[in-house]
């Protein structure tokens, strides 16, 4: 693997390491303060706005300049689920300053990919192609 694709697989591990850790932290303040959809969307998920607008798009870029396909992929998976956990989180910013919980129906994310919706699982995840067997809910 090419040294500047290599460090961004890097890169990109330390960032979901952390924000997974943030997340937790806030899915317990969220839990005190009485939010229980606020609670299982930081359960559920883990994504933010730079990974969306920047981070993943330049690795992107920078893997199919150098040809690196596995690389590409997995930068391509991370890149179409934090769009959606991004959408999610956008809906709790809006609620909880208003001091209202996050309207949200049952959340599912694929167990492969992190592809997260709201509703039903498809039979077919979007992005990666698992099973809807891979799918776990947070009702
Ligand atoms: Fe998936």
Not at 3 to 31: C, K, L, P
Not at 93 to 112: I, M
Not at 118 to 136: I, L
Request: proline share 4%; net charge negative.
């Amino acid at each position: 693997m090419r040294q500047t694709t290599e460090q961004n697989m890097i890169n990109a591990f330390g960032g979901e390491s952390m924000a997974n850790m943030r997340y937790r932290h806030f899915a317990v303040q969220a839990d005190k303060d009485n939010f229980p959809n606020v609670t299982r969307l930081f359960k559920a998920i883990a994504g933010e706005t730079l990974e969306v607008e920047e981070m993943y798009p330049t690795y992107i870029a920078t893997a199919k300049f150098q040809g690196e396909r596995t690389a590409l992929r997995s930068f391509q998976w991370s890149y179409d689920t934090e769009k959606m956990h991004k959408a999610f989180f956008e809906k709790a910013r809006e609620a909880v300053p208003a001091g209202r919980d996050a309207a949200l129906g049952v959340v599912q994310v694929c167990e492969v990919c992190g592809y997260t919706l709201e509703g039903e699982a498809p039979e077919v995840c979007p992005v990666c192609n698992a099973k809807k067997e891979r799918f776990t809910a947070y009702p």
